[in-house]
Structures are given as C-alpha cells and as structure tokens.
Nanobody, 111 residues
Framework: QVQLVESGGGLVQPGGSLRLSCAASGRAVSSENVQWYRQAPGKGRELVAV???????LYGDSVKGRSTISRDNATNTVHLQINNLKPEDTAIYYCNVNMSWGQGTQVTVSS
C-alpha cells in the first residue's frame, strides 16, 4: 500500500500562491492516477485536480485557470500549484492514490 504525505500548506494572503506537495512512498506512483481533493469546514470533499498515468490533467471548476498539477517521478511526488488564492480556497488539501489518503495539509487564505 502506498503512503502519502502532503506538505506546503500555510497562511497566505488573497492573491498569493502556494505549491502543495504529495510525497508517495511504498511504491512508485508514476503510472497511477493521482488526485488532489480539498475539504472546507462544514463542507464535503471536493475534487481539485487529477493527473493521469499518461500525464493528462483535469481541474475542478473552482481552480481551473489558476492551478497546475504536475508529477516529479524522480522524487515520487505530485505537486499542486495554486495561484491567485481566494478566501474560498481555505481548506484541508488531501492527495489520493487508489483509495490511499494522506493526512492533509491546511491552506488558509486570509488578510
């Protein structure tokens, strides 16, 4: 089973950027679909972005146009860059690979 550890969250002002990382261990994820989800307080888990095993990408409407998901096979890590952050991006961000979840990383957007 793969183990996932998210990092890169923090407190950022509106309009700022963050680069989240999902480090995988236990097996290589270079040939697997990797998803980023987020969950805001009092809300359900929302799909943010997906990178397919062939490198294709998909973004949720809430981050489309200001996010980039990418894969670093050398470090077995998937990154999620979000630009022009908004208060509504405040959430815990999780990565998922084949039903395995990390512990999440908190993103707070506030002035």
């Amino acid at each position: 089973q793969v183990q996932l550890v998210e990092s890169g969250g923090g407190l950022v002002q509106p309009g700022g950027s963050l680069r989240l990382s999902c480090a995988a261990s236990g097996r290589a994820v270079s040939s697997e679909n990797v998803q980023w989800y987020r969950q805001a307080p009092g809300k359900g888990r929302e799909l943010v972005a997906v990178i397919g095993h062939l490198g294709t990408t998909l973004y949720g409407d809430s981050v489309k146009g200001r996010s980039t998901i990418s894969r670093d096979n050398a470090t077995n890590t998937v990154h999620l860059q979000i630009n022009n952050l908004k208060p509504e991006d405040t959430a815990i961000y999780y990565c998922n690979v084949n039903m395995s979840w990390g512990q999440g990383t908190q993103v707070t957007v506030s002035s």
